[in-house]
């Protein structure tokens, strides 16, 4: 029996308990300066959760995407990083409740990220738009664009704006002239940011420059079906130099049979007052009696001399007056 027992034993599957449920990475955190532009973080923190409003789940989530101890910070981040820092575009959207709100969030991510170009508006009623252009070596905790969206999004969802976060993959692509755009001819009433300050200029001018090479190739995409670019117009001016030789061999043709319609316009002209010339000849005959009457009808049917058309009379000399 015991060995009955042992052989079930073995062909039975262990009971392994399901496993715990994969937690969510938290937010990367930020390093902040107390002593820096930003100012004391608990102080600023609670300016912004006065004017959004916030509970106090979601300030103490806001706080805990940053940390003010420099220590501390360097425990808990990760080890040396191989990126290279760039810039990076950042577009945050989001409903406030009031411009007040709005200028709450925008300050504090000005104080935290340090952006070179900040610009933001409402492009629609109680909706928000901004634009960060970010390097990363000027944010304390010098993260990568990756690890920086993902604190950006643990900040738009601590704040609890209905908003989102969207990176830029390339610097001044079309997302961001359009969102520029959008920002600089919808933003309604007071417009925020540095895009339009004199360190800025260049960008700005950058900005406008693509605008217009957007609003070009928009335009020759919509007129032609054609994308505007290089080998489009190497194309092109293949296509034109084909249809040029093409021009220029159908004019020569044309040349060549308008030539040959003047010869045989030439050749007709001689034909006729060669028939003529010879009708007069006959005529002449039949007045001297060489000719008959109705041979003289005959010949001229068979040169194509016909009364109808040329009366005999006009083929008659006209007799000399007596003076």
């Known amino acids: 029996m015991l060995a009955h027992l042992i052989r079930i034993r073995a062909h039975m599957q262990p009971c392994i308990p399901p496993g715990p449920e994969p937690e969510s ?3 990367p955190l930020l390093l902040w300066h107390e002593r820096g532009s930003g100012g004391a973080l608990d102080s600023t923190l609670a300016h912004c959760a006065r004017a959004l409003p916030l509970d106090h789940t979601q300030h103490a989530a806001l706080r805990g995407l940053f940390c003010s101890n420099k220590r501390a910070w360097a425990r808990r981040a990760r080890g040396p990083s191989t990126y290279t820092p760039s810039e990076t575009g950042f577009a945050v959207w989001g409903f406030v ?9 925008l300050g504090l991510l000005q104080r935290a990220l340090r952006p070179r170009v900040l610009f933001a508006g409402e492009t629609r009623p109680s909706f928000f738009e901004a634009f960060l252009l970010v ?3 000027f944010v304390a905790s010098a993260p990568s664009p990756p690890e920086l969206e993902a604190w950006l999004e643990g900040f738009v969802e ?10 830029f993959e390339s610097y001044m692509d079309a997302g961001t002239v359009a969102l520029l755009d959008r920002i600089e001819r919808l933003g309604q009433g007071k417009r925020l940011g540095t895009l339009c300050s004199p360190r800025n200029r260049d960008f700005y001018r950058f900005f406008t420059l693509m605008r217009a090479r957007l609003g070009e190739e928009r335009d020759c995409r919509l007129h032609t079906g054609r994308d505007l670019s290089l080998q489009t117009m190497v194309q092109l001016q293949a296509q034109a130099a084909t249809q ?13 049979h308008a030539q040959q319609v003047l010869l045989a316009e030439q050749e007709l002209r001689r034909f006729r007052t060669g028939v003529l010339e010879a009708a007069r000849i006959l005529v002449e005959l039949e007045r001297t009696g060489a000719v ?23 083929l008659r000399p006209v007799p000399a007056r007596a003076h």
């Open 135 to 137: 390097r990363s070596d």
């Open 158 to 167: 601590c704040l609890g704006i209905s908003g989102g976060v969207s990176r």
């Open 25 to 27: 990475k938290p937010s």
């Open 244 to 256: 040029r030789r093409a021009l220029e061999r159908t004019q020569l043709q044309v040349s060549a």
């Open 97 to 105: 409740r009031s411009s007040k709100a709005r200028d709450a969030v």
């Open 292 to 314: 008959g009457a109705d041979a003289l009808v005959g010949l001229l049917e068979h040169l194509g001399v016909r009364q109808a058309r040329v009366p005999l009379a006009q």
